[in-house]
């Protein structure tokens, strides 16, 4: 069965705009693999953000019906990790510290964090070290770049094992070169680590250097209106 799987699913974001027939998405029908990298690309409006709510489950939809690893989606999923453009660090926190906030919150971590913490901030450590952020574990936010706070917020995204990764422009901010190192990244943690990425993006280049494959979201009514899949070797 799919991972994710999407059957029909519109959302209006209120009652009012539901009586008046406004729809942020209409009828989204997606059905992705599971481990599956996909890229999201179409014009600003047309509901990507909206579709990301809904996969994470912060928003349930007004028709349709959503499945997430075969269960249906009734509220917001622990199962996955989120990043975004903005990398929203903790600044009072160090990197470390940052890093481990999704244990000290989500189970089963969170009942055991007290007892386990030397354990978890040795996992951080590792996972920062593999995304080239050794030296940088307990400085603040505002001691790194720009590209070193996405790492991190990555890393913080990957720290509980979510099924299921997130990202909604994550490297929008950052400059050519620091982006595409990040790219690489990304597609070893992808590789080694077999989770699911749903990856929104304005740049077309990253959409088919990272994704298996690339949906094109529609302006008006937020349908999936193309579907390219992206072969080896990579461009
Ligand atoms: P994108 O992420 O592709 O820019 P969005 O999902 O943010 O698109 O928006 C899709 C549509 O839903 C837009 O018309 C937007 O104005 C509307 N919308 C988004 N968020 C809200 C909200 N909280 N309340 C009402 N309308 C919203
Ligand atoms: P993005 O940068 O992903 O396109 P937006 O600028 O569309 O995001 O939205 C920023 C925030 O404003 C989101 O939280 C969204 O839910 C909210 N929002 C967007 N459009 C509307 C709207 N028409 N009415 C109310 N809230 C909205």
């Known amino acids: 069965p799919p991972f994710v799987d999407f059957r029909d699913v519109w959302l209006a974001y209120n009652e009012e705009l539901l009586r008046a027939n406004h729809f942020a998405v209409e ?7 599971r481990g599956e990298f996909i890229a999201i690309v179409g014009p600003s409006g047309c509901g990507k953000s909206t579709f ?18 075969g ?11 989120m990043a975004f453009q903005a990398s929203s660090l903790l600044p009072w926190r160090t990197t ?6 999704p244990l000290e919150i989500v189970e089963p971590y969170r009942s055991s964090f007290k007892q386990k913490k030397k354990e ?27 590209g070193m706070q996405q790492r991190a917020s990555i890393c913080r995204a990957l720290i509980h094992e979510p099924k299921m990764l997130l990202l909604d422009e994550p ?5 050519a070169f620091t982006r595409e190192e990040l790219w690489c990244i990304l597609r070893d943690l992808h590789a080694e680590q077999g989770f699911n990425v749903i990856l929104v993006t304005h740049d077309l280049r990253e959409s088919v250097f990272l994704a298996d494959s690339v949906y ?3 302006k008006s009514p937020g349908r999936f209106v193309a579907k390219r899949e992206i072969e080896f070797p990579r461009p």
């Open 27 to 33: 009828g989204i029908d997606l059905q992705v693999k």
């Open 52 to 69: 990301m709510k809904l996969t994470t489950g912060l928003r349930m939809p007004s028709m349709g019906r959503i499945l997430i690893d």
């Open 71 to 81: 269960q249906p989606v009734t509220g917001p999923l622990k199962i996955s990790g």
């Open 96 to 101: 470390v510290e940052n890093v481990l906030l």
């Open 120 to 146: 978890y901030e040795e996992r951080a450590r590792r996972l920062l070290q593999k995304v080239g952020l050794a030296g940088y574990e307990d400085k603040f936010p505002w001691q790194l770049s720009g």
């Open 171 to 175: 490297f929008g901010a950052l400059d």
């Open 216 to 218: 094109v979201m529609s």
